[in-house]
């Protein structure tokens, strides 16, 4: 059945893009955090969407589960088959056209294989700016974006991946395109699709192409860090930062002091221009005149009583968010961690966080809490690195359902999310299962059994199936 099935997958998109078992490259079978390890039966990159669409009638008729696949940055592990061999991975690197530019629309069309650094880069050239930032922006891809809803450091002043997209062309699980690419802001002819497919993590259907706001970049930006001594203090200056007439806040990024002690354990050639502190806030703002807006965030800082450096030009702003970017490569280097991407009322933070502070050190003496994340959207990245001289593995293996119990207990309690902006993938779906109401689960499930009865568009991810594990 197999050879008969990776022929007709041949013929879908050429021989020269269909690779089996024995010749496929790591880099499409394991995830950016190196969790999950898989097999496939074969990874097929189709060139357009037309290919597209005969990749995922081919193996609807061979009852094949896909997994898509854009850049194969996702931290939850959704992007990556099972260990079973029987899935097809559609990796959707080939298809990176830049369909159009509409500036007086402020819009512009991409194929979903286009990588978000060359999507900003295209939109720059035209005058404009496409907003969407995150870490791993030099490789993952508009349509793993729109899949998994990114947020990243701009979301307080543009919104996530949602807020950014103004249509999308999907394939069905039938095999069928979708074409929804509007360009418009005002459509209410009916329930929003475009909005279903955002953020359902290739289980639904396959975004091959997406439309995007763009805006007008700001005259000026300006960069600083700051030292902060508390997180009360740190959350009373983003209430004052943000609502500034002056200048607009476009980021702001928190890093406890464990964070930037592994940059610079790690990374000691990246500078770190402040003395050490419990805190350490990355801000960024938006002006019409640069001068005007220094000179009012120097009066709120002097209200507040932080120490603070002002990048002075863009190669010394680069340098301070290079400081927050280092934060995750400099965790992966210290070996594997305790993951929570949580989102909590603003107004909540300092509660949990002090509540941590004596929770987990009861369930693991000497934990490491590594903080760090997007502060202005009540999304912080709260991460358990293993005791000094503990076995990142081992530590792992004893204390991680533990450990997820405790915080997520806590946000949960406080009316926060347990997953913000990296979704649900493998990593969390038992999570969802315990934690999502029992209403929200059966419509989810109603919207899944509709849109893909047979369950072969990334089955097991996000939802769990009958019988599957944690
Ligand atoms: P993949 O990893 O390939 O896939 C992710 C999920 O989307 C999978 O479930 C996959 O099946 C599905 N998928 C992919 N493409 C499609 C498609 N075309 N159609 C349907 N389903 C599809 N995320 C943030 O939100 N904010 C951050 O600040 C952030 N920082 C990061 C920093 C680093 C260093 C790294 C490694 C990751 C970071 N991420 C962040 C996570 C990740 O980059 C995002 O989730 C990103 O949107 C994934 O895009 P991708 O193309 O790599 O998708």
């Known amino acids: ?50 290919e597209a669409a005969a990749v995922v009638r081919t193996c609807a008729a061979h009852g094949v589960p896909i997994v898509p696949q854009g850049g194969n940055t996702g931290l939850v592990g959704g992007g990556v088959p099972n260990d079973s061999g029987r899935e097809v991975v559609l990796q959707l690197g080939r298809m990176q056209s830049i369909r159009s530019i509409d500036p007086d629309n402020l819009s512009m069309t991409v194929d979903a294989g286009c990588v978000l650094q060359q999507v900003r880069e295209h939109a720059r050239t035209h005058g404009l700016l496409f907003p969407l930032s995150i870490g791993s922006q030099g490789s993952c891809t508009i349509g793993g974006n729109m899949a998994t809803n990114a947020g990243g450091s701009q979301v307080v002043h543009y919104g996530n991946a949602r807020e950014l997209c103004l249509g ?9 395109i979708w074409n929804g690419l509007s ?52 959350i009373t200056l983003l209430a004052r930062l943000r609502t500034g007439t002056t200048a607009q806040l476009t980021g702001f990024e928190v890093m406890a002091r464990h964070a930037m002690q592994l940059v610079a354990s790690h990374f000691p050639q990246i500078p770190q221009p402040l003395k050490p502190a419990p805190w350490t806030i990355l ?5 019409d005149d640069e001068e005007r807006a220094r000179d009012w965030l120097h009066a709120r800082l002097v209200e507040t009583d932080c120490d603070a ?5 863009q190669t010394q702003a680069d340098a301070l968010w290079r400081l927050r970017d280092a934060i995750p490569l400099a965790q992966a280097r210290e070996g594997l961690n305790i993951k929570h991407d949580i ?8 509660g949990f966080l002090r509540e941590m502070d004596t929770a987990l050190p009861a369930l693991v003496p000497d934990v490491r809490t590594v903080v760090f994340g997007h502060l202005g ?17 081992e530590f792992l293996l004893r204390h991680e359902a533990n450990c997820n119990a405790c915080v997520h207990d806590a946000v949960m309690t406080r009316g926060g999310s347990f997953a913000a902006e990296h979704g649900i993938g493998r990593l969390r779906r038992s999570e969802l299962a315990r934690r999502k109401s029992p209403v929200a689960l059966a419509m989810m499930r109603s919207i899944k059994q509709a849109l893909d009865p047979h369950n072969l568009m990334n089955p097991g991810r996000v939802l769990q199936d009958a019988g599957q594990d944690a």
């Open 343 to 350: 989102a909590l009322p603003v107004s909540q933070i300092g």
């Open 283 to 287: 801000v960024e703002f938006a002006a």
């Open 1 to 50: 059945m197999n050879q008969g099935l990776l022929d007709e997958l041949r013929a879908c998109v050429g021989a020269a893009h269909v690779a089996c078992e024995g010749e496929l490259d790591d880099g499409y079978l394991v995830d950016a955090r190196k969790r999950y390890f898989g097999r496939a039966l074969a990874v097929v990159r189709p060139g357009n969407t037309a």
């Open 183 to 234: 360009g418009l802001r005002k459509d209410n002819s009916g329930y929003d699709l475009r909005d279903l497919f955002i953020g359902s993590e290739g289980t639904l259907g396959i975004i091959t192409a997406a439309s995007l706001k763009l805006f007008a970049p700001p005259a000026a930006t300006l960069t600083a860090l700051l030292a902060c001594a508390d997180i009360d203090t740190a």
């Open 377 to 393: 959207d009540g999304n912080l990245h709260f991460n358990l690195q293993a005791p000094e001289g503990v076995s990142p593995a």
């Open 309 to 313: 450096v002002t990048a002075s030009n």
């Open 168 to 176: 999308l062309e999907v394939v069905t699980a039938a095999g069928e």
